[in-house]
């Protein structure tokens, strides 16, 4: 049996449950307390999730990627990498690549989203066990979201989006990636591999960002992202998904107009050279710097230069 620490949302984390579910391994989810994480602190390994303790091995690993290498090594059938050297290490590649860019940009804009349109998502994630989930009922997560959402654009700098134009970046990457996967099954091959199962994952939380989601000419990867969650069973909403959802059929709008890409966007990509380890983009946060960053939160929820459009669903859940 094999251990998977989690947060439930967690798009990484969905990478790697997807992996265990493609091999076919008995697997069971440990629930954690984000701020805390005391229930896999035994682990003498980073501390962030998904991070896997395998009881028939005695082995403990976080960081997706290198879990998907090692169920792969460990339990070859099906396989996720290829055989053959070269692709393989071009499939570890591809897998770091996303997990550095895909994966961070990808997070830092789906909170920001939930930020500006339906904050009060954040206790419902974050606080369900702390205070016995009282943060988390009807009224008093409207006290606990402001502190959630200070603390997470302290974390992960969403008032610095524009500044570090995630926007671009994640066009720059997904757009010739959208073509390919217009004319191919997969990334890398004939049959899905671990390249595919990070890129739906970790594109996850992009399903509530208009910007990228409504984006004419992202439809196809959206809808290839749609065709394998649906062949492989992993296509049940999310609650965040659900809640935002929510949110928009009662307003009848959503934050879609993201002001500075209206001009001709510039492409600025993330930097291409061999990676040896995924980068990740958590910040500490004190006591005090969590004060600094009301002026960042409240720009982000009523200034952040993203307009109001009409609410409609995406173009590829229609198609
Ligand atoms: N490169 C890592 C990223 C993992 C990561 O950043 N996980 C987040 C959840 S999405 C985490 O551990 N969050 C807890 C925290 O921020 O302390 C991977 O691929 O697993």
């Known amino acids: 049996m094999i251990e998977l620490y989690q947060l439930r949302w967690s798009h990484y984390v969905e990478k790697v449950r997807w992996a265990l579910d493609f091999k076919g391994l008995a697997w069971r989810a440990i629930d954690i307390v984000a701020y805390k994480k005391q229930e896999m602190s035994r682990f003498p390994c980073a501390q962030t999730v998904p991070l896997i303790h395998d009881a028939s091995t005695g082995v403990a690993l976080s960081d997706s990627s290198p879990i998907l290498r090692y169920l792969d090594e460990a339990y070859p059938e099906p396989p996720l990498l290829p055989a053959d050297p070269v692709a393989r290490e071009e499939a570890w590649q591809w897998m770091l690549r996303l997990d550095s860019t895909l994966g961070l940009h990808a997070r830092r804009l789906g909170y920001t989203q939930i930020i500006m349109e339906c904050p009060d998502a954040l206790p419902r994630l974050f606080m369900t066990r702390p205070f016995g989930g009282l943060f988390a009922r009807r009224g008093w997560r409207s006290l606990a979201a402001p502190v959630l959402g200070m603390m997470l654009t302290k974390r992960f700098r969403f008032d610095r989006n524009q500044q570090d134009r995630i926007y671009e ?151």
Request: no cysteine; aromatic share 10%; glycine share 6%.
């Open 169 to 319: 970046r994640l066009e720059s990457l997904l757009l010739p990636l959208a073509g390919r996967l217009g004319r191919h099954a997969y990334v890398m091959g004939e049959r899905l591999s671990a390249v595919d199962i990070t890129l739906a994952s970790l594109l996850r939380p992009l399903r509530i960002v208009p910007h990228f989601s409504h984006h004419p000419r992202l439809q196809e990867l959206f809808a290839w992202q749609q065709r394998l969650f649906r062949s492989h069973n992993r296509d049940a909403a999310y609650p965040y998904e659900t809640m935002i959802e929510a949110q928009r059929q009662r307003s009848g709008v959503m934050r879609a107009g993201v002001s500075w890409m209206e001009a001709p966007a510039v492409a600025v990509t993330d930097a291409d050279g061999l990676r040896v380890v995924a980068a990740n983009d958590q910040h500490s946060v004190s006591g005090l710097s969590l004060f600094q960053a009301w002026p960042g939160y409240l720009k982000l929820r009523w200034f952040s230069g993203v307009g109001k459009r009409a609410y409609s669903p995406a173009p590829y859940l229609e198609a």
